[in-house]
């Protein structure tokens, strides 16, 4: 799995709607977008530790 993924997760959705008319832009909904993105990428690559 790489980090390198643009095409994928909660920004990359946002956008798409963007730009297929379905949304307008807002930049306050553009900066949740990009901090949402960030914890799905924390997320992704989190793994619990076992015990």
Do not use: C, N, V
């Not at 956008?15 to 960030?38: N, T, V």
């Amino acid at each position: 799995m790489s980090d390198s993924h643009t095409d994928d997760g909660p920004l990359f959705a946002y956008r798409s709607l963007i730009a297929d008319g379905e949304l307008h832009g807002d930049p306050i909904q553009e900066l949740a977008a990009e901090k949402l993105q960030s914890l799905w990428h924390a997320l992704r690559k989190y793994q619990p530790a076992r015990g």
